[in-house]
């Protein structure tokens, strides 16, 4: 697991990308007053900060983040991987955008025989289609080259992970009504039943919904 800070500020935003996405994918989104550090490339999982690949400031990665005021934003298999992570403090906004801590889930997440049937069957520029539909003509940044191997080593976390274990408090979960990767109705059902007080927004846009917003405020706002 790859982390990279883009910008460094007091209030910090964690995103946890999805799978195959790099740090680009976000670049025209308005951080403002925020600060941006990004999880990306899940070919070797590690669910313990302290063994990220980060220093900066003379500090390990995790005593960085725990200086900030942080605000968490999960998309897609992201989310699988941001609900293992214990941080040391809290978290003032965790959003979630087209997945849930499940993964892989016959009510809650990507059913095993169709996440398997991707590994099998790998057609990457299919998939691309699938998570930007219209916005295709948009994408102006690469993806992991190996994106094969990502996938896979997710796989393998998530069935080897408990189900239950989610260490973050979600307060907003993004939920796009064209989303051909991530069922939109096993998120739903995920974050009715098992996430409290968290705020359902639905919205008209593909897997890939952070082109329906301009800024991180706008993301993080309830």
């Known amino acids: 697991m790859k982390f990279e800070l883009i910008k460094d500020a007091k209030k910090l935003i ?23 550090g990004v ?18 400031y003379g500090d390990s990665l995790a005593n960085f983040i725990f200086k900030k005021e942080l605000f968490l934003v999960g998309f897609s298999l992201g989310v699988f991987i941001a609900s293992k992570i214990k941080f040391q403090n809290p978290l003032k906004r965790a959003v979630a955008i087209n997945g849930t801590p499940f993964g892989i889930d016959e009510n809650f997440g990507i059913k095993q025989s169709d996440f398997k049937q991707s590994l099998e ?23 992991n080259k190996q994106a094969k191997a990502e996938l896979s ?3 393998q976390s998530i069935i080897n992970s408990k189900k239950d274990e989610n260490f973050i408090t ?8 064209k989303d051909f990767i991530f069922p939109p109705t096993a998120t739903k059902n995920y974050f009715s039943k098992f996430a409290i007080n968290c705020d359902i927004q639905t919205i008209n ?8 917003f301009k800024t991180w405020e706008q993301i993080l706002a309830l």
């Open 14 to 36: 964690l995103c946890f990308l999805g799978y195959s996405f790099l740090p680009s994918s976000l670049a025209h989104l308005e951080l403002g007053e925020y600060g941006l």
């Open 39 to 56: 999880f990306y490339d899940y070919s070797d999982v590690s669910f313990d900060l302290e063994k990220i690949n980060f220093f900066a």
């Open 121 to 143: 069957n790998f057609n990457f520029a299919e998939f691309k289609k699938g998570c930007f539909l219209k916005d295709l003509g948009r994408v102006n940044f690469e993806f």
């Open 153 to 155: 080593a997710l796989y």
């Open 170 to 177: 979600w307060h907003k979960a993004i939920i796009s009504k």
């Open 205 to 212: 846009a593909p897997h890939f919904a952070f082109y329906n």
